[in-house]
DNA sequence: GATGAATGAGACTTCATTCAT
DNA sequence: TATGAATGAAGTCTCATTCAT
């Protein structure tokens, strides 16, 4: 009866969340109007308003469907590798989200353009900690098994999350300062640097 | 003659880029007008056109302005305190910066809003490198000077600066993680894992 | 059977009704929307077309139904206070119209609001002259009754009725040209000087 | 130099005023659009946002051109006919405003579709008691002169004016209750009810 | 060079109405 | 009957850019 409803209804909500990251990936956001979006979506103008207040709470509906994905992929890959050294564990989860990462240059120019509302990483918050899905609490919990010792860990892993991801993108996206095959070494390098700040002694 | 000319222009153009500075720092950039600026500056909107192309030719001048001046201020100080250890140094002139942008957010959140178009980076590109103050060039000497030795230099001062200007952000703006001033000890601390990296052995 | 069904629809066209009302009367009618009406009567949109044309079909419907109320009202009042002297029986009557809108505010702005389309004279037509309580034949009997005489009663009655709606709704609601309390007096005067013209010599 | 930008502007002003005059006079304002208005006047749709707020901006300045003009002619048409008393006076001054109405039906209908908005009663005070023509006190100044009393003049001529207005429209344009010049001796009738109440004992 | 009135494309949003369920 | 998701026309308003003065 009403599955027939609801079946259409979700459709139509991917339909939108699927154009516009499209169109966000490929343009700034402020230029995508919603009459592109619902253009690309082949669906009725009044009919966006139905399932978003404006463009920037579709957006955010975005941002979390996106980074979550990313996120999950990446853990899935690393849950497989069962991977025992602290260090070489989290270098091998950041990795993988590199390696996704660069290779869906889609997302990485959407998350970094998301970046420009402050709207980021309010949302990312909320997906990091997510019941279903708490980073946090795992590289917490991993730190304490493994012997290490960080004086305030979510901090740790905040200052390294931030620069990961805004040091990757010039680099995946303009080879800059280095292309990216390259950087990653480096980066990678840097990261280690700071973990290791916490090793057993 | 001509040099009161050149004076009223050079009046009419620093109008206009005081005016933009202090609207692009407290509201999105997209919703500033041309017709703001204007206004702000007192000047008729024809002749923004005789400055700049577009608004985002204007953004890109007030890029380079505003950074140049405050990595000059804060290489100043380091100037007139002669740090030896280069450790040391570095962290005593990232300290700097951080506490210029900490004590005027305006300039923090202009530069961080310019983030958002991308522009900054590769504007940035040409801070750092330019000819009357070469900052890579400085800490290159530096390095070699202190008998530390890194693979890439610049590539490690890239993700330093990219991870402080990042990371301090969120903190100072939105005391997310934490307050800035019980964040920037671990984001200094960062800072000198990196380095710490390169230290001779 | 039957009967639940019929008292359903009458229930449904009541609530349709109550919420138009009030929201007429709190805004202007060409602000309020279909979607108004229906979510604050907790009805479905699609509903709304099975009991009106439109919102206009809808304000008629209201009109009659609200300015009926008023009238009847003021008439039983009237009744009860057996009152013989013509002039007086005018005056008593005409002012519990305006007691009734003086306390009824949402009442008298409705009817104000209705003005505006027209709409009202057309419909008050109908309810002065409807079967069960024709006024227009009332005052007539009355003026027969008293010895009064006037070339034209209801032209008389109209030109009264006109002059006392119109004049009253800007002092209740705007205390202009004065406070109604003030106001009062001065119209009924007016009343009464019209009225008087008529008296037996 | 100047002047023929001014003149431009006047041009543009006026063009605006005429084109929505004839617009507000044929259809409900709410139905008429600022891209009605634009159309029939040859203007671009930005250039209106240039003169006016909206389109009840325009609207208030259109109800006190167009009240002003009726007024001042029906007034000179009176000062032209040397007529001493008072009564009589009045009297003429109103029928010359009804015969420019009746003459002039554009004029008055769109003078009660105003009404609508509760912004004619607004705008009509300050162009009764405008400092060049002020209406209110040459009133009190007949009624001083021709030895009449009334407790409240001011009163006593919006009450008349309100009747009159009110009452006039139905008959003019619906021919309800009777065809204007059928309709009109009553009227003036009434007045003069109303004005004789004031009258020397 | 400087001005600011004028332009008109296009963005956002609302809403009466339809129609499949 | 009743529902409410979907539609898309139409409205308001903004703003970068031009150009006559």
């Not at 209804?9 to 230029?31: M, P, V, W, Y």
């Not at 009459?35 to 955010?60: C, E, M, N, P, R």
């Not at 994905?69 to 950041?94: M, S």
């Not at 620069?163 to 070494?185: H, Q, R, T, W």
Request: charged fraction near 30%; hydrophobic fraction near 40%; charge should be negative.
């Amino acid at each position: 009866m009403k599955s027939k409803v609801l079946e259409n209804k979700k459709r139509k909500l991917d339909q939108l969340l699927d154009s516009a990251f499209e169109l966000f990936s490929s343009q700034d956001i402020q230029n995508v109007s919603i009459s592109d979006i619902v253009k690309q979506a082949g669906i009725a103008k009044g009919t966006f308003y139905l399932y978003f207040k404006d463009k920037y709470d579709l957006q955010k509906a975005l941002i979390k469907r996106e980074s979550r994905r990313v996120f999950e992929e990446a853990y899935q890959i690393y849950l497989e590798n069962d991977i025992r050294d602290f260090e070489d564990g989290v270098i091998f989860l950041i990795n993988q989200v590199l390696i996704i990462l660069e290779n869906n240059s889609i997302i990485l120019r959407f998350i970094h353009k998301s970046l420009s509302w402050g709207v980021f990483d309010s949302e990312l918050k909320d997906v990091l900690r997510d019941d279903s899905f708490n980073l946090v609490e795992l590289f917490k919990q991993d730190i304490e098994k493994s012997g290490y010792h960080f004086d305030n860990p979510e901090i740790t892993l905040f200052i390294i999350l931030d620069m990961v991801g805004s040091a990757c993108y010039s680099s995946i996206m303009d080879d800059y300062p280095l292309p990216f095959n390259e950087f990653k070494p480096y980066l990678l390098n840097a990261v280690r640097s700071i973990l290791h700040e916490g090793a057993p002694k």
